[in-house]
């Protein structure tokens, strides 16, 4: 008998869908214990007996994070690392504080969308497809932007004055990797090589950059 492959794809991303985000969870709670040795994907439950309030209060994204640093930003992450209470819901914010002219580096989240939300200011947004397209605005307060899972994407304070979001993801952990650290930062490094030829510079430049991104002892 055949089968008619048409008929089967409907099947098949209905089975594949609980992978393309964070597990369900199968009980009511599973506080992450942060704490445990055990290795498993997430956190393994704290004892019930264990459990309180605190496991799901957070106060870090109530005050403006310091932004006098290199990049003239700020992120506070508010996910299950933070909020024990998290795990296995699939859900996490983070706050971002530029100071003018303020930069969030290219980056990407490899596990989760990203929703922002202008607390206030001013501030360039973009992301860029696999086709290689820039998707960029503009956008103040009270507006929303969203940047899909996995894709480059960047934030950048337009303004004169400070600015701050609210990032939302779909993961309780959406990691994240910034380009220039993750290519001229990591441990061990990255052969100069590799960059040399991947973005047509001499050694001398790649040694420089690599210099500046070096992450402190």
Do not use: W
């Amino acid at each position: 008998m055949k089968v008619c492959v048409s008929s089967l794809l409907p099947l098949f991303f209905l089975f594949l869908s609980p992978a393309l985000a964070d597990p369900d969870l199968l009980q009511d709670l599973c506080v992450a214990d942060l704490n445990s040795t055990v290795k498993v994907n997430g956190f393994p439950c704290k004892p019930a007996a264990a459990v309180n309030e605190t496991d799901f209060f957070f106060a870090g994204l109530a005050n403006p994070g310091a932004t006098n640093n290199t990049m003239g930003s700020l992120v506070t992450a508010a996910n299950v690392e933070k909020i024990p209470g998290l795990n296995t819901l699939g859900v996490s914010l983070s706050r971002i504080d530029y100071a003018p002219g303020g930069l969030n580096p290219p980056h990407t989240h490899p596990r989760a969308t990203e929703m922002v939300f202008v607390l206030y200011g001013t501030l360039d947004v973009g992301f860029i497809t696999t086709a290689n397209k820039l998707i960029s605005k503009t956008i103040s307060q009270g507006e929303i932007f969203v940047f899909p899972r996995g894709l480059v994407h960047f934030q950048r304070n337009s303004g004169k004055v400070p600015a701050a979001v609210i990032a939302a993801f779909n993961s309780q952990l959406p990691g994240t990797q910034s380009i220039a650290a993750t290519l001229f930062g990591s441990t061990p490094s990255v052969p100069d090589a590799v960059l040399t030829k991947a973005f047509q510079v001499g050694t001398k430049e790649v040694e420089k950059i690599k210099s500046r991104l070096a992450p402190k002892k």
